[in-house]
């Protein structure tokens, strides 16, 4: 199973994570379909560059020409004037594995729960968090997630 192979990848790098997006709002209890894999990591250096080995050792890698190093050094200016709010990484042997790290929040100031999944635990963020980062998206589907999350609460 991805998601296993990839929360297995950042344990052992010991970076510190929530996930986020489709798989979060399915696992908290809502109906919802999703390919990539997304989470947000602390915002923090070493955890880039743990989190791009990571990536790297289960065969990942950045969609983007951009090392971790970058990323981090000039993620503000990426959000701010080049609309990058996830850094995505993809298996080129196998496009349905894809991850996007929200380059946006930091996982050290999320509210976060574990839940058990397939056996393993998983770090995700809660409800609340969720809902609040979807509403500043303000896309559609992430809309519609709040709608849907908000009737778990």
């Given at each position: 199973m991805f998601l296993q192979k990839v929360i297995k990848a950042l344990e052992k790098q010991n970076i510190r994570y929530a996930l986020v997006g489709g798989y979060a709002v399915a696992l908290?209890?809502?109906?919802?379909?999703?390919?990539?894999?997304?989470?947000?990591?602390?915002?923090?250096?070493?955890?880039?560059?743990?989190?791009?080995?990571?990536m790297n050792e289960i065969g990942l890698v950045s969609r983007l020409p951009v090392s971790a190093e970058e990323v981090f050094n000039y993620r503000r200016e990426y959000i701010e004037k080049r609309n990058l709010v996830a850094w995505a990484f993809v298996n080129e042997s196998n496009p349905l594995e894809m991850v996007?790290?929200?380059?946006?929040?930091?996982?050290?100031?999320?509210?976060?729960?574990?839940?058990?999944?397939?056996?393993?635990?998983?770090?995700?963020?809660?409800?609340e968090a969720l809902i609040e980062m979807k509403k500043q998206s303000a896309r559609a589907q992430d809309l519609e997630d709040v709608k849907a999350l908000e009737m778990l609460l």
């Open positions: 908290h209890g809502a109906v919802r379909g999703t390919v990539d894999l997304d989470f947000v990591i602390a915002l923090d250096k070493t955890q880039f560059l743990a989190l791009e080995q990571a996007d790290i929200i380059i946006t929040h930091d996982a050290d100031k999320m509210m976060t729960v574990s839940k058990k999944a397939a056996g393993f635990s998983i770090t995700l963020a809660s409800i």
